[in-house]
């Protein structure tokens, strides 16, 4: 059984329903049998995954592990198969479903202070209709006492 030592991806990438994990010299290694070995980026460098079903899409990629002068040469199902990868691809995945969330959070924040925005600009322009002097001076209270920054 190989045991991954370090697994951290060089950079990491949303795109539609994929997230791909592109890794490079020093951020990937294995242990097999005491020994570390390092990957290096000479064939396959990026494990491809389906953010909704979890699976992994790129099953042929070869990934190249070396220590000095020798080699071991895995496809990506076998590395799945005989290692502990499942386990650092979870952590990975769960860390950047977190920074997705983030951003999200921020997205909604920006769209709420344009609902806000948008809703204030038509009150004062209901208030300038109607001639409602109280209420445009109430709303322009409104926006002195925010500072003005709440609906610029």
């Known amino acids: 059984m190989l045991l991954v030592q370090l697994m951290k991806p060089f950079y990491t990438k949303q795109e539609g329903n994929q997230i791909?994990?592109?890794?490079?010299?020093?951020?990937?290694?294995?242990?097999?049998?005491?020994?570390?070995?390092?990957?290096?980026?000479?064939?396959?460098?990026?494990?491809?995954?389906?953010?909704?079903?979890?699976?992994?899409?790129?099953?042929?990629?070869v990934f190249v592990f070396q220590k000095?002068?020798?080699?071991?040469?895995?496809?990506?199902?076998?590395?799945?198969?005989?290692?502990?990868?499942?386990?650092?691809?979870?952590?990975?995945?769960?860390?950047n479903g977190q920074l997705n969330l983030k951003t999200a959070t921020l997205e909604s924040d920006e769209?709420?202070?344009?609902?806000?925005q948008k809703n204030y600009e038509r009150m004062i322009d209901y208030a300038l209709l109607h001639k409602n002097i109280a209420l445009f001076d109430k709303l322009q209270q409104i926006k002195q006492f925010n500072g003005g920054s709440h609906f610029e």
């Open 20 to 61: 791909k994990l592109v890794f490079a010299y020093q951020y990937f290694s294995i242990r097999k049998d005491d020994e570390l070995f390092h990957f290096i980026p000479v064939e396959g460098k990026e494990i491809i995954i389906n953010s909704q079903t979890l699976q992994v899409e790129n099953l042929s990629e």
């Open 68 to 95: 000095g002068n020798r080699f071991i040469r895995l496809p990506l199902y076998q590395l799945l198969l005989v290692s502990d990868i499942h386990m650092h691809l979870q952590i990975i995945i769960e860390t």
């Open 111 to 116: 769209i709420i202070k344009q609902l806000e």
